[in-house]
């Protein structure tokens, strides 16, 4: 579910929900709103929203985090690909076939994450590099130096390959954790109810319902920043491919 469907979603069961205690406000009788029904209502209410409040405030860390360890994954992948340039590239003309090929490997590496983080696929899929990916590391590993500066440099070049083949598997391995549709709901339930007892308690006005309505907003916004964050390849607040795309200078 995307995000934009979570807070479509949460806003409308909210709304729903302040319609539902104006309604019931007007239906039922006088002394069913007062009294000991009314204390009972609002301590109810008051445990659901500090029970959501706990709930949101640890979805919202937790979605950050995720979020954090993936662009830092994404970074280091990175550097380690305009590492691995710059010592090809002090490795002599022997290399240019290995630099080119990796402008060709970088590209397929970009579609290839974005795809698998925006698609519905297994997590429990195995991961198996590409063929662009397969052919560079052979490349890496059949460059035979020819002076003590090369034979310096092999072990580097070979060591920042594997960096970047690690740094790939950790972006497959913390694959996105979008949240649980059945944990959503009951979450969405809470709100609903919390609302509803809300409405239930004032006299509707102009000023109560905009009111209402825009905690509403406020509260569906969050659901969507959690929803959003839990996605970084995804969404309004994914990561950006620029930094990849850029790391790499054409080859003259």
Known sequence: MTS????????????????????????????????????VIRLGAGLLATLAAVVISLMIASAKNSYDQQDAHFRQLAANIVL?????????????????????????????????KTTSSSPSTAFSANSVAEQLHHAIEMLSPDNDAQRELKPRIVEASADIAHARLLLFADSDTPIMTPFLLILIFWLTVIFTSFSLFVEPG?????????????????????????????????ISSELLRNALAPLN
């Not at 479509?8 to 909210?14: G, V, Y």
């Not at 019931?24 to 000991?36: E, I, Q, T, V």
């Not at 090809?88 to 003309?93: D, N, S």
């Not at 907003?217 to 309004?236: E, M, R, T």
């Open 4 to 39: 934009g469907w979570i807070f479509l979603i949460s806003f409308a069961s909210i709304a729903a929900g302040v319609v539902l205690g104006m309604t019931l406000r007007a239906r039922l009788p006088a002394f069913h709103l007062s009294g000991d029904t009314k204390e």
């Open 84 to 116: 691995a340039d710059r010592l090809l590239a002090q490795y002599g003309p022997e290399a240019v076939g290995v630099r080119k090929l990796m402008r060709q490997a970088v590209p397929a590496a970009m579609d290839r994450i974005w795809r698998e």
């Open 206 to 238: 102009a000023v109560v319902v905009t009111a209402l309505l825009v905690f509403a907003l406020s509260v569906s916004s969050g659901l969507f920043l959690i929803a959003d964050l839990s996605q970084p390849f995804a969404g309004l607040m994914q």
